[in-house]
């Protein structure tokens, strides 16, 4: 089946520091990935697009310039969160759609601020 | 903007029984798919469905894309310890997902 791997799993960094997560798709090209964020016991919340070659899109609500989003290949997508405060502390998930429309995510990143 | 009521939220059964977990929406979806998660990790994908009124099994799972495309089931027979975790449901519209809420599933031994 297809593979999305998305790293580092567990990250602790410190107020004020960004941390950037990576999300690749293993074993076919992706010119879409998605990212998500999901808070404890609730369900995944789009974040953005993103969409190789070109600037991502965001949903409503969230800060494009807190969250960096780059799609430099068909392979990679990563995200950069500026600036973490303790409120970004969550878990982010990645996924990437092969054809037909079946989405495969990521493991998830456990980001702690602290 | 769409939505996705999942239920049930929770469900505590008995090792050998059958689950059966739904969503609904009053929206028009291209793709629905079925997802369990267990913590820490990402949602892992169980079954797509692309038609409506389509059927489709894998192993122990069987769902079914609702014929008005705005609701689907997921039954799971003979229930394990190790399909506990959440499941979730998803539409797919346009390129983009919305899920619903999930359904956490806890199996007794």
């Known amino acids: 089946g297809a593979v999305v791997s998305q790293h580092p799993s567990r990250v602790i960094c410190k107020s004020g520091t960004s941390v950037k997560i990576e999300c690749r798709s293993l074993?076919?090209?992706?010119?879409?990935m998605f990212w998500y964020r999901q808070f404890p016991k609730q369900s995944l919340m789009l974040m953005a697009t993103s969409n190789e070659g070109s600037k991502a899109t965001y949903e409503q609500g969230v800060e494009k310039d807190k969250f960096l989003i780059n799609h430099a290949s068909l392979t990679l997508s990563t995200l950069t969160v500026t600036s973490a405060h303790p409120e970004d502390s969550s878990f982010y998930i990645c996924?990437?759609?092969?054809?037909?429309?079946?989405?495969?995510f990521g493991q998830g990143t456990r980001l702690t601020v602290v | 903007g769409q939505q996705l009521n999942q239920s049930p939220q929770s469900m505590f059964i008995q090792e050998g029984e059958d689950v059966s977990m739904n969503c609904t929406s009053s929206?028009?979806?291209?793709?629905w798919l079925w997802y369990k998660q267990d913590p820490g990790e990402g949602p892992v994908l169980l079954i797509a469905l692309y038609k409506a009124g389509e059927l489709t099994s894998n192993g122990r799972l069987t769902a079914q894309f609702g014929i008005t495309r705005k609701d689907s089931f997921l039954n799971i027979s003979a229930s394990i310890p190790s399909d506990v975790g959440i499941y979730f449901c998803a539409g797919e519209y346009g390129n983009k997902l919305v899920f619903g809420a999930g359904t956490i599933l806890r199996v007794k031994s």
């Open positions: 996924s990437a759609n092969r054809e037909l429309g079946e989405a495969f």
């Open positions: 929206s028009i979806f291209n793709t």
């Open positions: 074993d076919f090209q992706a010119t879409t």
